[in-house]
C-alpha cells in the first residue's frame, strides 16, 4: 500500500507515463477518497490507483516507466490490487483504457477483462482531436498469470 505521503512518487511516475499530468495534490486527493487505495511495486517503478465502492472496482490508473515495462510489473499491480479490491467485498473491477492503447489493452485482456463499453471521443489527443475510450470489466479474482512482485 502507498500512503499519502507518497503522492509525490506517485505524481513523478505518472509523469513518466503520461502526457496529461496529475500533480502530487490531484493524485493525494484521489488517494483520500473513500475507498480508495494505491499500490507501488517495491522498486517504485509503477503504481496503480483503486476506487471501491460496494461490490464495484475501478483502476483510475496504472502506470510502469518505460525502462521497466514487459517485466510483468502492471501484471502484479492490477492482480493485488484486484485481491486487494475483494477483500473489501468488491467482485467486479472496471477501467477505462484509450481505444488506441494496444499496449495496456493486451495486458487488461491477459488477465481477465473483457470489453463492456464504448465512450466516443472520450480522451482529448493532440491537435485538437479526440480518441475513444474502451470499457473494460473483469470478475475477481482475475486470470493467474504467473508474476508476482513485492509491494510497499
Ligand atoms: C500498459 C503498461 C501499464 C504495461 O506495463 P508492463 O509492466 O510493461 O506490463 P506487463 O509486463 O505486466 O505486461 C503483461 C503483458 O501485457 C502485454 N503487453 C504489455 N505491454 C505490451 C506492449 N508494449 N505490446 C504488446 N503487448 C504488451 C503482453 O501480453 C505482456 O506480456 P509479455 O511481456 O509476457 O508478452 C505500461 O506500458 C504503461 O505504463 N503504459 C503507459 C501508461 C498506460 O497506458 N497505462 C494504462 C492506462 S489504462
Not at 509523469?15 to 483520500?32: D, K, P, R, S, Y
Not at 475507498?35 to 496503480?48: K, N, P, V, Y
Not at 461490490?55 to 490490487?81: I, K, M, N, Q, Y
Amino acid at each position: 500500500m502507498a500512503d499519502i505521503g507518497e503522492a509525490p512518487v506517485l505524481a513523478a511516475l505518472h509523469a513518466q507515463c503520461f502526457l496529461e499530468v496529475w500533480n502530487a495534490a490531484t493524485i493525494a486527493g484521489l488517494m483520500a477518497a473513500t475507498g480508495s487505495f494505491a499500490l507501488i511495486d517495491e522498486d517504485h517503478t509503477g503504481f496503480i490507483l483503486v476506487r471501491t465502492v460496494a461490490e464495484e472496482s475501478e483502476v483510475l490508473t496504472l502506470c510502469v516507466t518505460p525502462a521497466t515495462r514487459r517485466r510483468g510489473v502492471a501484471t502484479a499491480l492490477v492482480t493485488a490490487a484486484a485481491e486487494r479490491a475483494a477483500a473489501a467485498n468488491a467482485a467486479v473491477m472496471f477501467l477505462e483504457v484509450n481505444a488506441t492503447n494496444n499496449p495496456a489493452i493486451a495486458l487488461y485482456k491477459r488477465v481477465g477483462f473483457g470489453q463492456v463499453g464504448l465512450r466516443k471521443g472520450y480522451y482529448a489527443a493532440p491537435h485538437g482531436m479526440r480518441e475513444d475510450a474502451l470499457v473494460l470489466r473483469a470478475s475477481i479474482p482475475l486470470l493467474r498469470v504467473g508474476f508476482s512482485l513485492q509491494f510497499g
